[in-house]
């Protein structure tokens, strides 16, 4: 005899987040058009640590407190030039966390990734659009 929300009970489906994902560090970039509202991801990054770190650092500046987890930071194309000077130059905070993975600020492979972030962020917000970092861990 099975419960409700048991998730053995077919009836109730499954999420994909709880059968396909492990837990993690989870990094999304999100355009929002301010004249419709919608909001889509653009961007996503699993376990980028040191980018995480710095977009929790640009969230303090900003005069946030708190836990930065599911907080999103809308960011500036000033952000974004202060993010591209700090990724060409090495200097990624080293950012810690239980589900976090290993330290990514050295990590040369994610450069042409974060790059391109940086190429398609900047396009949204010439077109008027809004862009933000978002995290779940």
Known sequence: NQRQGDRSDPRIP?????????????QYAKVRNPKTQEVEEFHYWRKHNALHGWMESLWKSKGNTGEFNCEPVE????????????????????????????????????????????RQARQHLKAGKQIAYDSWW
């Open 14 to 26: 499954r999420s994909k987040n709880l059968t396909n994902k492990t837990m993690g560090l989870d």
């Open 75 to 118: 960011l500036s194309l000033d952000d974004l030039d202060a993010l591209e000077n700090d990724l060409l130059g090495a200097d990624l905070p080293k950012t810690q966390g239980f589900f976090f993975g290993s330290d990514s600020s050295r990590d040369e492979s994610r450069l042409m990734d974060d790059l391109s972030f940086i």
